[in-house]
């Protein structure tokens, strides 16, 4: 067992540990509904990690680089990074806003959210913003577009890749109704990893995503809504899209980029072994 092996082997097992501890403490005697919902946000989570890293173990040797958090800078490049980040904000923006046009809001998980959150301020917050900010935007992108997306675009193609990893990540939000906006959002951050080649610039745009939807929660600012908003944010995503693609096209990448993406094209049946 390699070095990288035996790291991973420990994460996940003190990921899995902690998951099901937490999950524990999440239980009816926890002391209000929030501790509850992030309790058990964060247990799922850390149970997710413990997946994902489980699942790069038994694909070879050099797990982190089946994950895209071990294959170099990104080929996109910091304006790169920036632009889909913003462009994540906006479909996610609009997104919302048809949702609320709909009328099923209320009766999504996310529904509850703001009369949970609202007015949370110190730790508790905090605890809010690491449980249903960071460690969603880490421990899913780790297994849908680290572990699912990776393997299934080196021996399917990336097509196939980006939108199964999408529709998983669509089932692991659980409500029906937040499943599709989260799969529609899914194929925007599969496209983002991999004109990447990494994972890491899906996790900061989930990430930054995440945190912002908390903290407006939080502060109970209601951003604009209504058909205009919907169209800016949708064209706003879609142009982000494009630009960083260009970046990527023009020069943003690293030069060991081109070697991650022939390592994807040459062994059809493992992405890094």
Not at 111 to 120: Q, R, S, T
Not at 136 to 144: H, I, M, R, S
Not at 158 to 167: L, N, T, V
Not at 245 to 272: F, N, W
């Amino acid at each position: 067992m390699t070095r990288d092996q035996r790291a991973a082997a420990a994460i996940a097992a003190v990921a899995l540990v902690s998951g099901f501890a937490v999950l524990s403490s999440a239980g009816p005697e926890a002391s209000d509904l929030l501790i509850r919902l992030t309790l058990g946000a964060l247990g799922a989570e850390l149970l997710l990690v413990a997946v994902a890293i489980g699942g790069a173990l038994l694909g070879g040797p050099r797990p982190w680089r089946r994950l895209g958090l071990g294959v170099g800078p990104s080929r996109l490049g910091p304006r790169g990074l920036a632009l889909l980040v913003l462009g994540t904000l906006a479909l996610s923006h609009a997104l919302d806003g048809c949702l609320r046009m709909s009328g099923l809001a209320d009766q999504t998980i996310l529904g509850e959210l703001p009369h949970i959150v609202a007015g949370e301020r110190g730790g508790r917050l905090l605890l809010v913003l690491a449980a249903l900010g960071l460690a969603p935007a880490v421990a899913e992108e780790l297994l849908c577009r680290g572990l699912v997306q990776r393997a299934l675009t080196a021996r399917f193609g990336a097509g196939i890749g980006i939108a199964a990893a999408a529709s998983v990540f669509g089932v692991l939000h659980v409500d029906p109704i937040h499943g599709v906006l989260a799969a529609v959002l899914g194929l925007y951050l599969g496209l983002a990893a991999h004109w990447a080649g990494n994972s890491w610039v899906p996790i900061v745009c989930h990430a930054a995503n995440n945190l912002a939807a908390v903290g407006l929660t939080a502060t109970a600012l209601d951003p604009p809504g209504g058909p205009a908003s919907i169209v800016i944010g949708l064209g706003l995503a879609g142009f982000c899209a494009w630009r960083a693609r260009r970046e990527g096209s023009d020069g943003g990448s690293s030069p060991k980029a081109p070697g991650v993406q022939a390592t994807l094209q040459r062994e059809p049946g493992s992405v890094d072994r």
